[in-house]
């Protein structure tokens, strides 16, 4: 039995880097396993900013799931806060963690550089809540960007560390991390991860960018010098450009570099982004139907929380069962 869980967070706005990092495979994926679950974690998303839009967004996320290609008959989707056995399992997880171990997880590190003293609770415990969406639903596979691997060992950390003491309480999740699918950078500056927190919007094409502003961000991305159009580690700016026109366009590095040999920066950034416009038009469509009839998505969500439900109760009460907790 092969259960897929993953999930995103409802900040800003969905750009490229999500679709081809995580939503691509997650459609790819449902075709193949036994059942998928995508959440919009929302409780994630508090741990850095409390964004007043924050409802909002977390229906944007799930229109655009569904805009991409998420199909209902094959996965479900829900919003994390909307399940209480998360945080629950998430404590109890906090109390098998080591402050050593989540010290030492480089995301944290990162965004607590220099402000140790003043970043949330949340933001270091964020990979244990983390781990409790995997667990709580004895996923199998959970395909991340290799960003978040770190975080996906801890969930199988935990995962062994129970099943020694407890014997058979949780599946030990593996992360899919494909090495086809390069992190996708950003257009201003190809050695950081294109991000939605970026400080300029030249960082990312957004799902909802239209064709004269997705014309104007990729004539303005960064190039590196020299005039070759190729993948290579000395071109991050020409890899990361011919990483998006390959993923989104489903033509290879190779063919896409003979095609493009002796064509100019210019012309090159001409033809990807009119790639990009026709690769989000139909799905810019598609989100403005969704998005249209508010009740009917909640009602999917909705639905989607009851849904996991019964598998969210059964890992909660086996793990408080087999720790003695309640009577
Ligand atoms: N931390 C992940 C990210 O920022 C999002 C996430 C939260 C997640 N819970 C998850 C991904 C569980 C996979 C599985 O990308």
């Excluded at 990092?21 to 919009?40: M, P, R, T, Y």
């Excluded at 098998?96 to 550089?113: A, H, P, V």
């Excluded at 691997?149 to 950390?157: P, S, T, Y």
Aim: glycine fraction near 6%; aromatic fraction near 8%; charged fraction near 30%.
């Amino acid at each position: 039995m092969k259960r897929v869980f993953s999930g995103i967070q409802p900040t800003g706005t969905l750009h490229l880097g999500n679709y081809l990092g995580a939503i691509k495979q997650w459609v790819e994926l449902q075709n193949k396993v036994d059942e998928s679950i995508f959440c919009i974690v929302d409780l994630h998303a508090i741990t850095v900013s409390r964004d007043p839009k924050l409802s909002d967004q977390i229906l944007n996320v799930a229109a655009w799931y569904l805009a991409c290609g998420v199909d209902l008959s094959k996965s479900k989707i829900f919003v994390q806060s909307m399940r209480p056995e998360h945080t629950e399992l998430a404590w109890i997880l906090n109390c098998f963690s080591t402050m050593g171990e989540l010290g030492r997880m480089t995301q944290y590190k990162e965004k607590s550089e220099g402000k140790r003293d003043a970043v949330s609770v949340g933001l270091f415990d964020y990979p244990i809540l983390m781990a409790a969406d995997i667990l709580l639903y004895q996923a199998t596979d959970v395909p991340v960007g290799d960003d978040q691997k770190q975080h996906v060992e801890l969930a199988r950390d935990l995962a062994i560390r129970l099943n020694n003491k407890y014997q058979g309480v949780f599946t030990v999740p593996e992360p899919i991390i494909r090495d086809d699918v390069q992190r996708i950078k950003g257009l201003d500056d190809p050695e950081k991860k294109m991000a939605k927190s970026a400080s300029s919007e030249y960082n990312y094409i957004a799902f909802s960018d239209s064709a004269e502003i997705i014309r104007k961000k990729i004539s303005r991305a960064v190039t590196d010098s020299g005039s070759e159009i190729v993948v290579r580690d000395d071109k991050p700016a020409m890899t990361n450009l011919l990483n998006i026109f390959s993923g989104i366009s489903g033509r290879n590095i190779k063919s896409l570099e003979t095609d493009f040999r002796g064509v100019g920066y210019g012309d090159f950034k001409k033809a990807l982004a009119e790639e990009i416009i026709l690769f989000l038009e139909p799905k810019q469509s598609r989100f403005k139907e969704i998005i249209a009839d508010k009740d009917k998505l909640r009602k999917i969500l909705i639905n989607g929380a009851e849904s996991v439900e019964p598998i969210a109760q059964k890992t909660l009460a086996k793990v408080k069962s087999k720790i003695g907790l309640g009577i």
